[in-house]
Nanobody, 125 residues
Framework: QLQASGGGLVQAGASLRLSCAAS????????TGWFRQAPGKEREFVAA????????YYADSVKGRFSCSRDNAKNTVYLQMNSLKPEDTAVYYC????????????????????WGQGTQVTVSS
């Protein structure tokens, strides 16, 4: 139900835009999160956007560089990543939470109902 795309190999300082496309009208009201997982590391929260009011939330490590947006007409959520750093290298996943979620739980991977397959982002120095 979720399809993440847009990853690639870029140099440090470059930009990429990831897309998370979904099927189903319920996606429009859902909270969508972005997570990433580097080799040997746990999956970590990157960003999230609510479907209700489009509020956005970011990990401190990406704040000011990444931005999350959604286009409900296309049933798609985007993660715009600017000023990429080698430490941003990871597989990026999008996930959706259909029910309301309190802000303190947005960063928990186990709070999400559905996951996309991931897209690789590699940033060279």
């Amino acid at each position: 139900q979720l399809q993440a795309s847009g990853g690639g190999l870029v140099q440090a300082g470059a930009s990429l835009r990831l897309s998370c496309a979904a099927s189903g009208r319920a996606f429009r009201d859902a909270t969508t999160g972005w997570f990433r997982q580097a080799p040997g590391k746990e999956r970590e929260f990157v960003a999230a956007i609510r479907g209700s009011d489009r509020s956005t939330y970011y990990a401190d490590s990406v704040k000011g560089r990444f931005s999350c947006s959604r286009d409900n007409a296309k049933n798609t959520v985007y993660l715009q990543m600017n000023s990429l750093k080698p430490e941003d290298t990871a597989v990026y996943y999008c996930a959706t939470r259909l029910r309301h979620i309190i802000s303190s739980n947005l960063r928990r991977p186990d709070a999400y109902d559905y996951w996309g397959q991931g897209t690789q982002v590699t940033v060279s120095s």
